[in-house]
């Protein structure tokens, strides 16, 4: 009788603690934004195509910003500034932990950024390529 309370309670712990480790590991305002367009992406996430985004001169856009790092870091560590020499904090997740967790600006920036450097809005390949980059900087 004992043994078997005491083995109920033992498995009802394990579940518990697995559903804890299973949802703190994965959910995240970060991940849901990074699902949500990985869902209307052809292809997987790509976080090389991501990191060529990144370092890429486009010159398809504004003239004055041909490339994501005329205002962003020079790499994802680095901060970077605006045209208005306001300064922008580094792009890596490891760096600015509350980065990309945030929809609303997440898309604000994006249709913003991709327009005035690619001239059109980036699709969401782009999107998921360049946050899973970042995210893993
Ligand atoms: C004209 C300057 C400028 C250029 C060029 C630029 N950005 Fe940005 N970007 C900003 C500013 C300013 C912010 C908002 C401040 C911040 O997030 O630190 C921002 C924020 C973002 C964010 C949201 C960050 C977050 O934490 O949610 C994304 C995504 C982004 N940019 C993508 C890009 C991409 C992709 C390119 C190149 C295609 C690019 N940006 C080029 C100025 C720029």
């Not at 306001?86 to 913003?112: E, G, H, N, Q, Y």
């Amino acid at each position: 009788m004992n043994f078997s309370k005491t083995s109920i309670k033992t498995v009802a712990l394990a579940l518990v603690l697995s559903a804890f480790a299973a949802t703190s590991a994965e959910a995240g305002p970060r991940e849901d934004i990074i699902a949500k367009f990985q869902a209307q992406a052809e292809a997987p996430a790509n976080p090389a195509n991501g990191e060529q985004m990144y370092n890429a001169t486009y010159g398809t856009g504004k003239p004055d910003t041909p490339k994501c790092t005329t205002c962003h870091g020079a790499t994802p560590q680095q901060g970077g500034e605006t045209r208005t020499a306001k300064l922008i904090d580094p792009m890596a997740v490891s760096k600015t932990p509350d980065r990309f967790t945030d929809a609303k600006k997440v898309d604000k920036w994006f249709r913003r950024n991709c327009t005035g450097v690619i001239g059109r809005e980036c699709t969401a390949q782009e999107k998921v390529d360049f946050l899973t980059f970042l995210a893993g900087q």
